[in-house]
């Protein structure tokens, strides 16, 4: 079937109290707009039209840096969810094939149910509406339904007590054919209690027109909407004990489920360990057999098979692991690719560097990548071993098996296998401590006189 979809996403979200337009939010590490689209994404749509209104030019350029073939419209003044859908009409004048109205601030509509109503559409509906049944249906717009038709939507403002008593709710989600949804639009008008237009009116005027309205129902949690911070956290953790179960079905081992923290697009491989209170930031590819352990924060990074992370490790983005490294406490990446079997394993920090295979970085190692205007690369060869608290001078290069000293500054290149070490030469005084000793012991009795 050939699908459009409409995005809502002009309104301010007064209750966030933000600076930020609400659909740019973040849940797991992506606005809320990003996960509308992804929601839709399973349906393979042709087209995606995002309505932006209140910081559309933010909206437009995270939409944009999402999907560049997505389409922005603006809605200047919010008068309504029919007005919404309408302003994209024009984006979408000649195109053959349904459309799906979602909210940008609506962000788990599953793929599942996005099919049901596409199988609705394909059953012979002309318009359908996703309904679910609300444990408390306060505001939602009641779904009035006679036998298997949808016949009428009313506004809680709009309804008398007997409609505030049904239960079956208003997602927002409608899916009709794009010519018919717009066409049934242009006559909605705005006589109601809130004087706004109402996509809601359609049904009753698709009725009228002799098409069939049919609802189609999903959990109340797939249409989980937010308007303040307080929803935000709790969609937040929606999303993430459902991306925890996912990780686990899908072979990762989460020593304490509750504490391991994804990113939307967190990937990872078969017997992946997570123990507890890993973080993972965006664009994070875990193979399999790879140990994160305790205190982990990941971003941006590919971590090879069988590699081991932490505890308390820091992967910042540009980190790429080969298979079996390994990167212990207290030790940041940036920027950094380690070869096969590479060990820096405690307390150090390589930025802009390459690391050879079963190259040793010893503990207490750190890459002066800046020199307080530009970033340089550091090269360690292959089998190569830093000594302990050395500081390598970026740009510069260590050749492969060549070794350096604990406690250098190492600010010119090393040849292959040689030895480079930059402390001063250790002199050694026999009995002098003996002395000095015995001399600062006088001194502190012959005070006490
Ligand atoms: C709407 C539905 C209601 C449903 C509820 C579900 C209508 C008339 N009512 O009510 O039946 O139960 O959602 O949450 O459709 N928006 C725009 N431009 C506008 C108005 C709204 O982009 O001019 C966007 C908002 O940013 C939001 C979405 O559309 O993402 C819904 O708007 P909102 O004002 O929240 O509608 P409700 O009154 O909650
Ligand atoms: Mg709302």
């Not at 603006?74 to 984006?91: F, I, K, M, Y």
């Not at 016949?151 to 018919?180: M, Q, Y």
């Not at 001399?439 to 009795?445: I, V």
Request: glycine letters at 10%; proline letters at 4%; a negative charge.
């Amino acid at each position: 079937m050939t699908l459009a979809l409409i995005i809502l996403a002009a309104g301010k979200g007064t209750r966030m109290r933000s600076d930020l337009p609400k659909v740019l939010h973040p849940i797991a590490g992506a606005p809320l707009v990003v996960h509308a689209m992804e929601a839709g994404k399973p349906l393979s749509p042709e087209r995606c039209v995002v309505v932006a209104g209140h910081g559309a030019e933010l909206v437009r350029k995270r939409v944009l840096a999402h999907d560049p073939a997505a389409e922005i419209v603006l809605q200047t003044e919010q008068l309504g969810t029919a007005h919404a859908v309408d302003q994209a009409r024009a984006a979408l004048q000649g195109f053959e094939g349904d459309a799906i109205v979602l909210y940008g601030d609506t962000p788990f509509v599953s793929a599942k149910t996005l099919g049901d109503i596409q199988a609705a559409r394909t059953s012979g509906a002309d318009v359908v509406v996703l309904g679910f049944e609300a444990a408390v249906p306060g505001k939602y717009g009641r779904l009035v339904v006679e036998g298997d038709r949808l016949t009428r939507i009313v506004e809680a403002k709009d309804a008398t007590p007997a409609e505030l008593g049904i239960t079956l709710c208003n997602s927002g989600v409608v899916c009709a054919d794009s010519a018919t949804l717009f066409d049934l639009i242009s006559k909605v008008g705005n006589d109601n209690a809130s004087g706004e237009y109402y996509l809601t009116d359609i049904v009753d005027i698709a009725n009228a027109d002799g098409k069939r309205c049919v609802a189609v129902t999903c959990d109340e949690a797939e249409t989980l909407g937010v308007n303040s911070r307080v929803d935000l956290a709790a969609a937040e953790a929606v999303f993430q004990a459902s991306r925890r179960r996912q990780a686990m079905e899908e072979g990762a081992t989460l020593v304490a489920p509750e504490t391991a923290h994804f990113a939307y697009d967190t990937k990872l491989g078969r017997d992946v360990l997570i123990e507890p209170n890993v973080v993972f930031g965006p664009g994070v590819v875990v193979e399999d057999g790879v140990e994160l352990r305790a205190f982990s924060h990941l971003e941006g990074c590919h971590v090879g098979q069988g590699s081991i992370v932490g505890p308390y490790a820091r992967l910042r983005p540009g980190s790429d692991l080969a298979e079996g490294v390994k990167i212990g406490n207290f030790v940041e990446t940036k920027n950094a690719v380690l070869a096969k079997g590479a060990k820096v394993n405690h307390l150090s920090y390589i930025g802009d560097a390459s690391v050879g295979a079963e190259a040793n970085i010893g503990a207490g190692t750190i890459t002066c990548n800046y020199d307080g205007v530009l970033k340089h690369h550091t090269e360690i060869g292959e089998n190569a071993f830093i000594g302990s608290n050395s500081a390598l001078v970026a740009p510069v290069k260590i050749g492969a098996r060549a070794l350096v000293g604990a406690g250098s500054v190492i600010s010119r290149d090393v040849p292959d296998e040689a030895l480079a070490m930059t402390r001063a030469k250790q002199e050694v005084k026999p009995g002098l401590a003996a002395k000095l000793r015995a001399r600062l012991l006088e001194l502190k009795a012959s005070r006490k006189k």
